[in-house]
Each structure stands twice: as C-alpha cells, then as structure tokens.
C-alpha cells in the first residue's frame, strides 16, 4: 500500500530550465494538491484538483502549472525555473468533505541555482 | 477568508512535561474541521488528531488531545507526558465546508518543538 508516492525526491535545476514533478496516489482519492513549504513560512497551497480532468489555483500558483490527466495522478510543471521556486514540495491527497484530512507524500527537494 | 495563527514559532520543554501548542483559527462556515500534523526532521507530514466544528467532546489520541474551544475559535493541542521523539515541527490546519466545496485544507506557520533531556 504505497499511499501517495512523490517523484523524484531530489532535484538541482539551472535558472530556466523546466521540469515535471509526479505525484500518483492509490487510494482512489478525487482530491490532490500541490503545496510548497519555505522555511517559516508553513505550507503553501500552489494549485489543487477535485476530480479527474479538473485544476484550480492556489495561494502562490505564479510560475507552475498542473495536470490531472488521470485521477491518480497530479503533475506540477515549472517551464521556467527561478531561484525563488528552490523549496520543498508536497503533494498530498484527500476524499472531500470537511472531516477528511490529508495523505502526504514524502515530499521533493528542489533547488533552482 | 480563513485564517490559522500559530503564535509560538518555538518552544522548549523538559522531557515528561506537557506542552500545549496554541492555534486560533478565523472562518465564517460552521462546517468546518481542525488537525494537526507533526513534521520531524526527516521531512514527512504525520496526522496527528481531529477535531469536528460538531463534534462536543474534545478530541484524544493516545498522549495527543486537543483543546477545542469553539467560542474562542482556539483548537490548542496539548501533548501529556513529552518524549525526546516529540522533537519536531509542528502545524495545526483547517478544512472548511462540507462535500465537494470542502476542497482544502489552509495550515498555520508552525510551531518547533524541543524536548530537552
């Protein structure tokens, strides 16, 4: 029982290059989220999806962009990597409803030099 | 628009103590849920407790329990007996809403836990 599995755990990108982080989770779960976290700073909700086929913005979406292709899966794209995007990310899952909390995934280094 | 608030950005506390980590929380829906995660050094994101806008006893699970109090829009936790592996981040968080419009979850800054020896 895998739960949210995050890909890849580790990343060093240069100032414009792009990349793709994947997030697949097993639970059958219809919401999935993109969230960074900064140092004191907490977590940060970047773009989120309800459903299958669906993407909606969060706090900070500004420079990433979100496909949710097959409901499994949630993918976050930079296409052009800055310093201030170097952070942790996590991806997390839920059913929806009010008393339903996250499942996280492990979480993604990554640092734009 | 809501709001989480944790005031304490770190504390210190003797092993076998209890702590009690302050959140206040700011939102207009009366369907709402409260939780807590606890991230250690390794970096993951453990859910810790549940608390329900409805429910009306507090919320316990095992050494962890919250201390919810609705009127003050408060949701404290308070961790009895501290162990060395408390040692860690920790962030209270809320869920608005019901069903589909319940969508996510808005986390607090955090609060660093040191259990001294």
């Known amino acids: 029982n895998a739960g949210v599995t995050q890909t890849p755990k580790f990343r060093v990108l240069k100032t414009g290059q792009s990349m793709t982080l994947l997030c697949a989770q097993d639970?059958?779960?219809?919401?999935m989220y993109w969230y960074r976290q900064d140092p004191g700073m907490g977590l940060r909700l970047i773009h989120y999806?309800?459903?299958?086929?669906?993407?909606a913005k969060g706090e900070v979406p500004d420079g990433y962009n979100v496909s949710r292709l097959k409901k499994q899966n949630f993918l976050l794209g930079l296409e052009s990597a800055a310093p201030s995007q170097t952070s942790v990310y996590f991806c997390?899952?839920?059913?929806?409803?009010?008393?339903?909390?996250?499942?996280f995934g492990s979480g993604t280094r990554l640092t734009v030099v | 628009a809501q709001k989480i608030t944790q005031t304490q950005p770190g504390m210190f506390v003797q092993e076998k103590e209890a702590v009690t980590l302050d959140c206040t929380y700011d939102?207009?829906?009366?369907?709402?849920?409260l939780f807590w995660y606890k991230q250690p050094s390794s970096g993951e994101m453990i859910f810790l407790i549940y608390?329900?806008?409805?429910?009306?006893q507090n919320a316990t699970e095992g050494r962890y329990s919250l201390n919810f109090q609705k009127a003050r829009k408060s949701a404290n936790l308070v961790i009895s007996a501290s162990q060395l592996g408390d040692s860690a981040m920790y962030f209270c968080?809320?869920?608005?809403?019901?069903?589909?419009?319940?969508?996510?979850?808005?986390f607090g800054s955090g609060t660093r836990l040191s259990i001294r020896p």
């Open positions: 639970m059958n779960h219809e919401y």
């Open positions: 997390a899952s839920s059913y929806g409803g009010a008393n339903y909390g996250y499942t």
């Open positions: 999806s309800v459903g299958e086929g669906t993407t």
């Open positions: 968080a809320m869920r608005e809403g019901r069903g589909s419009s319940a969508s996510k979850i808005i």
């Open positions: 608390q329900g806008s409805y429910d009306q």
């Open positions: 939102t207009s829906d009366p369907s709402y849920g």
